[in-house]
C-alpha cells in the first residue's frame, strides 16, 4: 500500500497518495478556476504541474488569472507559437518577441506574412492544443545546448547560453522542439488554449491572451502608434550599432568596450530631450503649457529638470507645478473599496481650482497657487506666480495626459509628453525583459537607497502602483503629443551591480521569494556594468545615485 500523506489544497486538507503529481491532483479542481491551472504553489514556491508530491504541504493551484499564472501562460504560448510557425514553414523561420503592445506582444517573424497566413500559424497553434502534447523539462548539458541551438539557426540563443556558467541547463520540449524560458512551463498545450494572433504588418503580428488588467478577457486590439513608433526607434538603433540582446551586450561588456556604448547612449537620451524642447520653443507663443505623466520610477524627476535646463537655454523661463499640490482636503479624499483613502484616483485632485487658476495665468493674471501640507492634509496657498511672454509651464503628475484635466482650455495652449522605460533588450529571441521589471529593479534601488526600504518593501507596494499604472496613466497614453523612453539599453547591467546584494537579502520563506528568485535568474545571464562612465545628468543616476540634479 502507497504511504499516506496529508495536503492542504486551496485551503482544505485532503489525505492522497504520496508519488502523485500537482497534474493528477489539479484535475479535481479544474472545475473551481475560470483558465486551465497551469501552475502551482507548493508551501512557498511555485511548481509546474509535473511535481510530484511527497510530503504533507499546502498547495494553491494557479490559472493564468495570476501573475505567475500568466506569465507560465505566456511562455507557453509563445513556445507554442514558435513551434507552429516552425512546423508550417521549416527550420529557417523564427520569431522575435520584441515588446508588449495594448495588452498582447508585438512580435516579428524572420519570414514575410499576410493575414492568410497569420490566420494559418493560429490554426496550426490550435491543432497542437487539440493535441494534448506533453512540454517535458529536461536536464542537458550547457555545451549540448549549444550546439542544440546552432545547429537550429537560434545563434541568438547559443550565444546567450555562453553566458551562463553552470554545467547544465534546463530546457523545454515541445513534440521534435527545444527552448529556453526563464519562466515556469505549462505541462501540455491543452493548458494553453487562451490566444489571438492579428496580423500588423508584413513581418509583425500581435499575440494577444487574457490578463488581470482587461478583466481577464482577450480585448479587440487597439494599435498605439506613439508607442508603437518609439519602441522601433529604439530598435532600428540597436540593430545599428549592433546591440539586439543581451548576448550583444554581454558581448561588448566582455570586450571592454562598454564606456562607448554608454558615452553613446547618453548623447542619444539628451538629443531626444533636447528635440524635444525646440518642438516647445518653436510652439511658445501658443504652447504655454506642458503637460507630463509617467508610471513609477521612470525618470520624470531627471528628465523634467532637464527638459527645463533646455528650455532655459533657448531663452524660455520654465515654472513648475506639481498635480500634488491640488490635492483635495484630506477629509474629502475619496476611499477606495478597502476603506482607505485614494490618493491616487482623478477625484483625489481639485481639477477645478487647478483649471481656473491656470485659465487666469494664461490671461496674464497674478494667482496665488497652492502649495500641499501633507502633514496637516490641507492646501497652503503661499505662492505667487504669473505667466511672462517667455515662461513655460510645466505641470507634472499621474493624471497630466487625462483630457479631464484642463479640458476647458484650448489643445492648442498644451504640449503633453509621456514619459516610460521602455525596455530595449531582450534576453533573446523568445525571452522578453519587461518594461514593468524595469521599472520595478529601479524602483527596488531607489527605494533602499534613499528611504531605507528593504527589498520586501518596494515588492509589497508594487501590485498598488501598477494597478493605479494601469488605471490612470497607461489609457491616456496616446493623448500624448511626445513619448520619451526614458531607458537605457547598457541599464541592466549597471542594475545588477546595485540590485542583485539586495535581492540576495530576501529569506526563503518569505512571500516574495519567487519573485526575488526569477529576477535573480535573470540577471545569471547579464554581465556587471560598473557606473564610473555614467555621467551626472543620466536618468539612471535618479536611482543609483550621485546625480547632479537631486540630491543622491
Request: proline share 3%; net charge negative; charged share 25%.
Amino acid at each position: 500500500m502507497l504511504e499516506e500523506i496529508t495536503v492542504t489544497i486551496n485551503g482544505k486538507e485532503k489525505t492522497i497518495p504520496s508519488g502523485m503529481t500537482l497534474l493528477q491532483l489539479s484535475k479535481e479542481y479544474q472545475s473551481e478556476y475560470r483558465f486551465p491551472i497551469v501552475l502551482a504553489q507548493v508551501n512557498n514556491s511555485y511548481r509546474e504541474l509535473s511535481y510530484v508530491v511527497h510530503d504533507d504541504c499546502d498547495i494553491t493551484f494557479l490559472d493564468l488569472n495570476s501573475r505567475a499564472g500568466n506569465r507560465t501562460h505566456i511562455a507557453g504560448l509563445t513556445f507554442l507559437l514558435y513551434v507552429a510557425v516552425r512546423e508550417l514553414f521549416g527550420e529557417k523561420a523564427n520569431i522575435i518577441v520584441q515588446h508588449s503592445l495594448d495588452k498582447g506582444l508585438y512580435v516579428e517573424t524572420t519570414f514575410p506574412i499576410t493575414t492568410t497566413i497569420v490566420k494559418s500559424i493560429a490554426k496550426k497553434m490550435l491543432q497542437l492544443v487539440d493535441a494534448d502534447l506533453d512540454i517535458s523539462k529536461v536536464n542537458v548539458e550547457r555545451v549540448s545546448a549549444i550546439k542544440y541551438f546552432e545547429g537550429v539557426k537560434d545563434d541568438v540563443k547559443a550565444n546567450v547560453m555562453k553566458y551562463n556558467t553552470n554545467t547544465f541547463v534546463t530546457l523545454y520540449r515541445l513534440g521534435n522542439y527545444y527552448d529556453y524560458f526563464y519562466h515556469y512551463m505549462p505541462t501540455s498545450t491543452k493548458q494553453i488554449k487562451d490566444f489571438k494572433l492579428t496580423y500588423l504588418s508584413d513581418n509583425g503580428l500581435i499575440l494577444q491572451f487574457p490578463t488581470i488588467y482587461s478583466n481577464n478577457k482577450i480585448k479587440e486590439y487597439e494599435h498605439h502608434p506613439n508607442m508603437f513608433q518609439v519602441f522601433q526607434e529604439c530598435r532600428d538603433w540597436a540593430k545599428l550599432i549592433k546591440v539586439s540582446n543581451i548576448a550583444d551586450l554581454n558581448r561588448i561588456v566582455s570586450s571592454g568596450k562598454i564606456d562607448d556604448l554608454i558615452r553613446m547612449d547618453e548623447t542619444l537620451q539628451s538629443n531626444r530631450l533636447l528635440d524635444v524642447a525646440k518642438k516647445i520653443y518653436e510652439h511658445r507663443n501658443h504652447k504655454k503649457i506642458v503637460l507630463l505623466a509617467g508610471p513609477s520610477s521612470s525618470g520624470k524627476t531627471t528628465t523634467t529638470t532637464k527638459l527645463c535646463m533646455y528650455l532655459r537655454s533657448f531663452g524660455l523661463t520654465p515654472k513648475m507645478i506639481s498635480m500634488d499640490d491640488y490635492f483635495v482636503e484630506r477629509e474629502e479624499t475619496p476611499v477606495n473599496e478597502n476603506g482607505e483613502r485614494d490618493y491616487e484616483c482623478f477625484e483625489a485632485v481639485d481639477v477645478s481650482l487647478m483649471t481656473e487658476q491656470i485659465s487666469l495665468l494664461l490671461k496674464g493674471e497674478k494667482v496665488i497657487t497652492p502649495i500641499y501640507n501633507f502633514i496637516g492634509g490641507t492646501k497652503e496657498f503661499i505662492r505667487e506666480m504669473t505667466l511672462e511672454k517667455d515662461d513655460i509651464l510645466l505641470i507634472e503628475g499621474i493624471h497630466a495626459l487625462n483630457p479631464k484635466v484642463l479640458e476647458t482650455i484650448p489643445s492648442k495652449n498644451k504640449f503633453k509628453i509621456y514619459l516610460s522605460a521602455l525596455t530595449e533588450l531582450n534576453l533573446d529571441n523568445h525571452n522578453r525583459i519587461s518594461t514593468t521589471d524595469n521599472r520595478l529593479l529601479r524602483r527596488i534601488v531607489r527605494d533602499n537607497r534613499t528611504r531605507g526600504y528593504q527589498v520586501e518593501d518596494s515588492f509589497a507596494i508594487w501590485p498598488s502602483v501598477r494597478e493605479g499604472e494601469e488605471k490612470y496613466i497607461f489609457p491616456y497614453q496616446d493623448e500624448a503629443d511626445v513619448t520619451i523612453n526614458t531607458a537605457l539599453i547598457y541599464e541592466l547591467g549597471v542594475l545588477k551591480t546595485y540590485v542583485e546584494p539586495l535581492l540576495y537579502s530576501v529569506d526563503e520563506d518569505s512571500i516574495h521569494y519567487e519573485e526575488v528568485k526569477r529576477l535573480l535568474n535573470l540577471f545569471r545571464l547579464i554581465l556587471p556594468i560598473p557606473s564610473e562612465a555614467i555621467p551626472d545628468d543620466s536618468i539612471l543616476r535618479e536611482f543609483i545615485g550621485g546625480s547632479c540634479f537631486h540630491d543622491s
